[in-house]
């Protein structure tokens, strides 16, 4: 497990170069392995030609994109810095509660990226109301509100992607599909949470494009699978958070086992379901930790039984594509230089993502966490 240095809320400090070459490094480009060889970067995307460029020696280390969290809650400024320090460089809020938070966070010049569904589509009936007991009722969507009217004030907002709790109690299998139609329409990527068989088997009815979580009670199984493949569902099954739930006083489901978590892992991965990075990090009832947690649930995953490979695809590429963020996620010509610089060599030992070196957002190099300082 990584260990967790809370900083105080103090200004960033940052170092840009308008143009640098990462030299003799070996290159993960979101999808395979090259090199070693040199990575420019120049005016915060990656370039070509290094003419000119400040050297940055790059010898026994690679190169990844910046990691890509699909599952986080903010709350603060602070949380987005210690992201970027653990090299997170994009970071998907799904959840932000109330409303002016949500408006607060997407106008914060943090390093890591801010995305955020908003409020969450979620029942009064539900857990999640009584977690957010505290917050105005009206913020669920309730029988008497129109679903169509509930997307629409969510894509008002300028939302990133669209949040709907799948569990039960909850909405009625009707309305699922009717919240996944209206935001599909509104070109809104659609975000299940699902904890348990019933939930992923309600989010996959409904033509989710991602079930976040994976269930406790059953491990997915190949019915399961079979239909997720058949219409492109992919899974962000946050392990570290699945880990923490079991025996939580917070979350209780009879028949609850991790091992649940790891066989219905294995059991997509292996059918080929794409397999998301995302951790839940908050620091609320069950804290996960933000930006040092995503190393813990690539281990995981990797335990779970992915190849180390295909579980940095999950935070990178992988995660970029079905997040629909064209820009990011990959080592090549044009796109963003998010990039993280480790020592050793994470497609063989997953663990060497802790070992930061450098870390860049659009070309501009950030605090990050140091190498052995981090690890337990």
Not at 99 to 126: C, M, R
Request: include cysteine; charged fraction near 25%; proline fraction near 5%.
């Amino acid at each position: 497990m990584i260990k967790f240095d809370r900083q105080k809320n103090e200004e960033t400090r940052t170092t840009s170069i308008e143009k640098f070459a990462i030299t003799n490094v070996l290159v993960f480009d979101g999808e395979a392995v090259r090199g070693p060889e040199t990575v420019v970067v120049e005016n915060g995307t990656i370039g070509t030609k290094s003419d000119g460029a400040t050297i940055v020696d790059g010898t026994g280390c690679m190169v990844l994109p910046g990691l890509i969290d699909t599952h986080v809650h903010i709350v603060d400024e602070t949380e987005l810095q210690n992201c970027a320090r653990y090299g997170v460089t994009t970071a998907c809020d799904l959840g932000a509660y109330p409303k002016n938070l949500f408006e607060k966070l997407k106008k914060v010049n943090w390093p890591t990226e801010y995305l955020s569904s908003g409020l969450a589509a979620f029942p009064p009936q539900s857990l999640h109301a009584q977690f957010h007991s505290n917050l105005d009722k009206d913020m669920s969507l309730r029988p008497e509100h129109r679903v169509a009217d509930w997307v629409e004030a969510r894509v008002s907002e300028c939302v990133d992607f669209i949040k709907i709790i799948a569990d039960e109690p909850g909405f009625d299998q009707a309305v699922l599909n009717e919240l996944g139609r209206y935001s599909r329409a509104k070109g809104k990527v659609t975000i299940a949470h699902a904890t348990n068989y019933t939930a992923y088997e309600r989010g996959v009815a409904a033509d989710y494009d991602i079930l976040t979580h994976v269930p406790l009670e059953r491990p997915v199984d190949s019915v399961m699978v079979d239909k997720m493949l058949a219409q492109g569902t992919v899974s962000s099954p946050t392990l570290v958070m699945m880990k923490l739930m079991v025996g939580s006083e917070h979350f209780k489901l009879p028949g609850a086992d991790y091992q649940n978590c790891l066989r219905g892992v294995k059991e997509m991965y292996k059918a080929g379901v794409p397999i998301l990075a995302g951790t839940d990090s908050n620091l609320l009832n069950m804290p996960v930790h933000h930006g040092a947690s995503i190393h813990d649930e690539l281990d995981l995953l990797v335990t779970a039984g992915l190849d180390p490979t295909d579980a940095l695809r999950g935070a990178t590429s992988l995660a970029a594509k079905h997040f629909g963020l064209h820009d990011r996620g990959r080592i090549v010509p044009g796109f963003k230089a998010d990039l993280i610089l480790v020592e050793g060599n994470p497609t063989v030992n997953i663990k060497d993502t802790t070992k930061i070196r450098k870390v860049w957002k659009d070309g501009t190099e950030i605090p990050h966490s140091g190498t052995g300082d981090h690890i337990a």
